[in-house]
């Protein structure tokens, strides 16, 4: 176990080294849900979306742009610390637009792992759909600068993905969908990484090699799940099953970095990292986390709408609404995320800190 972990952590050090070394910008393309979405179901007949108030409040200008939150995302703080943009949404783009090559974030809100994730919110683009995109931008990219160096060039590009969130909240957890009375958990979960694997295989197949996939946080703890407890508790189920779900990518990624050439996918543990700012916001100078800052009615979505009533001080706040973390949480997470990966990419031995963080 501690062997895999060392394995990742060189992986993670081989990713961040070869990207700070290279001495130009990072390009990165970005597949996820609403957690990483910058505004593509803005162009979508989508009932996931968050282009109003009061999404957006601390972003800049105070604009909602459909991200799902009120400022910045997790993504939109690493790409800061990489010295690059966050890359704007796909769908916001010409197909051949040069910003192509700097990167492009597909991310939608609704998405999942499986195509009937997220089947009630009528348009979304799901982890198949993100692929087939960046299919399509790959093919731009060949056009614009030939097939070598397009090779070369998503060959170079770090992969962010974070999907899996949506698999459970708006799929298996409701019961009136029929993946939760279809399959035990066991199966479900199942049917999760072997498709999962196959995403990866494509992806891998198109040439990316640098990837890495953001594990799912404690799900049970959400507001929109706490509220399901008579006390609004963390639901002990629902993250022993996020947790085992962790688990199997860990291990289907050990595999998969064995059986794929040149293969670097990496686990970013994130659970233990969202758990304990929920455990302990005090810690990180928050007072609440198990409600939301925006006083969401959970029984019509647990989005933030615009009728809705704020608390007067969103730093003190973990949550933004029954689903997504605040800013001030957001660049909390982003924080240790990132350090995570810059520690081990600095110590000549992988250390005991961040050892927590990847998949043992
Ligand atoms: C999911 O949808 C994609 C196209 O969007 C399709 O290629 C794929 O076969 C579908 N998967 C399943 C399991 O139906
Ligand atoms: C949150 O926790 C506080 C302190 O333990 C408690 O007073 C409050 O009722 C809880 N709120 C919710 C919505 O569960
Ligand atoms: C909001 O809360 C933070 C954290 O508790 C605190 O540092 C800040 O002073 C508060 N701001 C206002 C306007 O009360």
Redesign the pocket.
Known sequence: MVVLAQILGFLIMAIVASVASAGEPVVTYVFGDSLTEVGNNNYLQSLAKSNYPFYGIDYEGGKATGRFTNGRTIGDIISAKLGVQSPPPYLSLAPNDDAILKGVNYASGGAGIL?DTGLYFIQRM?F??QI?SFENTKEAIKAKIGEEAAEKHVNKAVYFIGMGSNDYVNNFLQPFLAAGQQYTHDEFVELLIS?LGEQFTRLHQLGARKIVFHGLGPLGCIPSQRVKSTRGICLKQVNLWVQEFNSKVGKLIASLNKHLPYAQITFADTYPIVLDLIENPSAYGFKISNTSCCNVDTSVGGLCLPNSKLCKNRTEYVFWDAFHPTDAANAVLADRIFTTLFHEASSPAPAPYPRKFLKT
């Open positions: 195509n799901t198949d759909d087939k498709t």
